[in-house]
């Protein structure tokens, strides 16, 4: 029990990132693809945080004077993980614009019928 | 001294000043790219010398160099920044009567995006800040794909963007991992900490690392993308991706390899990995009958050629290697321009359309020839050279598989002259048919492949006057220690 409970949020993310895999390469439907783009991003996300984070500490804010260095987590991670949330929905609304594109002209959103190119 | 974050913070500007100079007038915003990657070229140009004798670290922010974000401008950085900002430049011309549909200032701003995004991914000293460069040139370049709106270029976009974001998930993983082992994003202080690491888990973010910019580079098991990505783009987009977005891919490559991991034991397996890139290019090239998606292979194929030489690691075959990206760049740059505006006078891409082409447009279908020649590795132009030292970097290694290697790698330059010597025999021996109408291209067009089949000819004659750039490179990804030292300080 305590493997799962010292390695939480790293399973977790790894679960996210595995399961977000599985829909890309499984899934035929353009949405649900994309939706699998966005697991592996949240997945990514939850890694960074779960790198800097240090069991019983607090939030950064050095708001009030009682908190100090040594009682803080990483704030790097979290700087990261912003930018990340803004670079995926950013890569989300793109996806999801081409995809209405892409069923204006096809009329499906079925990957394996979508065969205008081929190798 | 010119400050070279200007390089990245220039173009940045003008891309959002654009829809202001539309309000203006709607006629000069088409100029503003040119305006905008002129003075960069210029820029980079000024700083070649100083640079050549000592590299500028900028540090952003006022704090010492591991702590903040930081460019490191050296060799490698502004001779690819020169080069990007030079086909950015003859390209923004191209585009200038070569773009018509609407809405073209979107095209001009995700233009001018997509030169910042690969700028700053060769400038950056900094790991995460690499990845948010790479987005960028990314995410621009899945919507100039789809920038037509038709049926080929959307899906083409669809398929790039969920490979190339699966890609560049895989690459912040590899920086979460690095930032977990480290606690630093500094490229160089990463570096000069590499050998504390356990090296199963360097292993595995090496691997997390070199997949994500596979993807972009397109190293052989992951180029699905690339040929549909290229062919229905617009031309003057195809040009720019293929002579410059897949060749920052080969630099986070490189700069992975060489320089963060000094990861000597697996350069042998690039160069294989290079090598089947090569074939598999050139193979699936020669049985194309649209020109684009030829030409698209073709650079699968010269990707090849370029990881292989980066894998033989001596200064030799890694100056060889930078050698081909500039000559590949000016070549495919060249022959994407030119075939690009015959397909729009023709209005078709197959091959056989373009049949006694060489009669009707005899300059665009010379310089469509001249590149071509230069991409085959025929003096006096500049794919001689640099294959040539490919070649004699490989010999040079002295084991017994370099010489099978390189035995392939030629066998793969036979079959790229068989195709493209058919297609310059079709140019000029074989009639055409509904030629009457067709006349040459108009000036805007005929600048930029003018001057890109000068410069071919230029550096094939005389290769000397990039040969100290491409050396003082060559040895920045050789010697990590001269990198992590100009940007920590001491050695």
Redo the contacts between chains.
Sequence with gaps: MSLIYNWMYYIASGGL?LIG?YI?LVKTN?IK??IG?NF??TG?NI??VC??YVKGRTAPIFSTSRINPTNVV?P??QA?VL??IV?GV??LA??LS??I??YE??KTLNVTK?R??K? | MVNPSLLIGLPLAFAFSIPLFGLISKKIEKYIPIIALFINMVISFMLIPQILKKPIVVSIGGWSPPFCINLVVGPLGILLATLISGIGFLVSIYAVSYIKEEPTEKYHILFLLLMVGAIGIVLTGDIFNLFVFFEILCISSYALVAYYKDKEGTEAAMKYLIQGSVGSSFILIGVALLYGFFGTLNMADIASRITSANPTYLFITLAFLITGFGIEAAIFPLNAWLPDAHSSAPSSISAILSGIAIKTGVYGVARMVYTIFNANSILLFIAFLGLLTLLIGEMCAFRQDDIKRLLAYSSIGQIGLIIFALGIATSLGVFASLFQIVSHALAKALLFLAAGYMIYRVGSKSIASLNGLGKKMPLTSFAFTIGSFSLIGLPPFAGFVSKLSIVYAAMQVKKPVFLAFIAIALIATIIEAGYFFKIVQNLYFKEGKNLDKITESSGYILIPIAILAILIIVIGVHPQFITGLLKASARELLERAGYIGWVLGGT
Excluded: Q, R, S
Aim: hydrophobic fraction near 75%; charge should be negative.
């Design positions: 990132i895999m890309i353009l693809i994309i783009l592996i991003d990514v890694l960074l790198i800097g990483d790097v991670p990261l930018t990340a670079i950013a890569v793109l996806a081409i995809a594109k892409v002209h096809n979508i205008g190119l190798w």
